[in-house]
């Protein structure tokens, strides 16, 4: 199925198919723990969309709230989206106390 062509599930509603049928969930790596300064990020998979989403849920350490919420198509722009949302926070936080 092309990306512009529509199909219909047995509900009537409207399914749309982004990943191939042989799209390997197997091969997404598994939830990650990222730190850094007083920040710290998990990269959750969810496995039940095809292709899987890559949420980074970035909190302050010893905090249950969450400061930044994203979500990626790939674990690579995941990890570098965190990464680079982690290196900001840790960054302001250092001239925040700097002051």
Not at 62 to 70: A, D, P, Q
Not at 90 to 97: D, H, M, N, P
Request: proline share 5%.
């Amino acid at each position: 199925m092309f990306l512009n062509e529509r199909s219909y599930n047995p509900k009537g509603t409207l399914q749309v198919d982004f990943a191939p049928a042989q799209w390997d969930y197997a091969s997404a790596p598994c939830n990650t723990h990222m730190t850094s300064g007083e920040f710290a990020a998990e990269i959750v998979v969810d496995h039940k969309t095809r292709p899987p989403i890559f949420h980074s849920i970035i909190q302050k350490t010893g905090s249950s709230e969450i400061v930044l919420w994203s979500q990626a198509t790939s674990f690579q722009e995941a990890e570098d989206q965190t990464q680079d949302l982690l290196t900001e926070l840790s960054r302001g936080q250092t001239k925040a106390e700097a002051s």
